[in-house]
C-alpha cells in the first residue's frame, strides 16, 4: 500500500557530508511517523533518525550533532542530511514509515551508504 524509494547513498570520505531522501507513494496516511535505520551484515537494524508528521524528531545518540532529519509532507519525502561522516556511519539505510492509525509498518529497499578514505 505504501511504497518507500529510497536515494543518495553512495561513496564519501570521512569527514564529507552526504543527503539521503525517500519518497513515499501509494496510501499515505497523515499522521505517520517516517524515519531512517540502518544496517550492516550480521548487526541489528537500529534506528538513526525519525521525525513525526507533527514534528517531533529523534536522533542516535552516535548521530547528534552530525545527522539532520527533515521532511517535506506535500511531496511526501523524508530527508536525512548527513555530515561529519565517519567509517562507521558506512551501512545499507532504510526508509522507515509508520502510520499512526495502522497497524502496517512499511520499509524501503535501501541506499548504501559508505564512508572511507
Known amino acids: 500500500q505504501v511504497q518507500l524509494v529510497e536515494s543518495g547513498g553512495g561513496l564519501v570520505q570521512p569527514g564529507g557530508s552526504l543527503r539521503l531522501s525517500c519518497v513515499a507513494s501509494?496510501?499515505?496516511?497523515?499522521?505517520?511517523?517516517m524515519g531512517w535505520h540502518r544496517q550492516t551484515p550480521g548487526n541489528q537494524r537500529e534506528l538513526v533518525a525519525s521525525a513525526t508528521s507533527g514534528g517531533q524528531t529523534n536522533y542516535a545518540e552516535s548521530v547528534k550533532g552530525r545527522f539532520t532529519i527533515s521532511r517535506d509532507n506535500a511531496k511526501n519525502t523524508v530527508y536525512l542530511q548527513m555530515n561529519s561522516l565517519k567509517p562507521e556511519d558506512t551501512a545499507v539505510y532504510y526508509c522507515?514509515?509508520?502510520?499512526?492509525?495502522?497497524?502496517?509498518?512499511?520499509w524501503g529497499q535501501g541506499t548504501t551508504v559508505t564512508v572511507s578514505s
Open positions: 501509494g496510501s499515505i496516511f497523515s499522521i505517520n511517523t
Open positions: 522507515n514509515f509508520r502510520p499512526l492509525l495502522a497497524a502496517q509498518n512499511y
